[in-house]
């Protein structure tokens, strides 16, 4: 198996001093094929299809290392467990919505809190990470319908 997400995990781990395990090539593997966001338990499952001799234990202790790596961005949505997805080339993490009806999680356009996060720095301090974090709203296919008065936001 050879992919851009491969020869980046192998650059960071030999950069570390660490190996590239059967585990970790497992759960890259996973994560590369599946679209989404998924939840460590899910990939645990994918993970025991495609490399039946990897254990859960090593599946978590990847997702953890893979997270401080940036190969991954973990979220917390506001019900249920976190979830994993590979992030950029680049090791960008981005910023996630949460429909607060369906569950729907949307990733969001790059630089989106840019503003916000420079105007938090520069009136109070606070160096603003927001993506492990989920902003919470309703996505267009949850939104009531209009009546005719007031305005609706659409994402």
Do not use: K, N, W
């Not at 395990?21 to 679209?35: D, F, H, I, K, M």
């Not at 105007?119 to 989920?134: K, M, N, Q, S, W």
Request: aromatic share 2%.
């Amino acid at each position: 198996m050879s992919s851009p997400g491969l020869d980046r995990l192998t650059d960071l781990l030999h950069t570390r001093g660490e190996r590239l395990t059967p585990a970790r090539t497992a759960v890259l593997g996973v994560l590369e094929q599946q679209a989404g966001h998924l939840t460590a338990e899910e990939i645990v499952d994918l993970v025991a299809v495609a490399a039946p001799d990897v254990h859960r234990a090593s599946v978590h202790r990847t997702l953890d290392l893979f997270s401080r790596l940036r190969l991954v961005q973990h979220l917390h949505p506001s019900h249920g467990p976190a979830l994993y997805h590979l992030v950029d080339g680049h090791g960008h993490e981005h910023v996630h919505a949460e429909c607060r009806s369906c569950g729907r999680i949307i990733d969001l356009p790059d630089g989106i809190l840019d503003d916000v996060a420079a105007r938090l720095l520069a009136e109070t301090g606070f160096d603003l990470h927001a993506g492990h974090v989920t902003l919470s709203g309703l996505c267009r296919a949850c939104q009531p319908e209009p009546s005719g008065t007031g305005t609706s936001v659409q994402p």
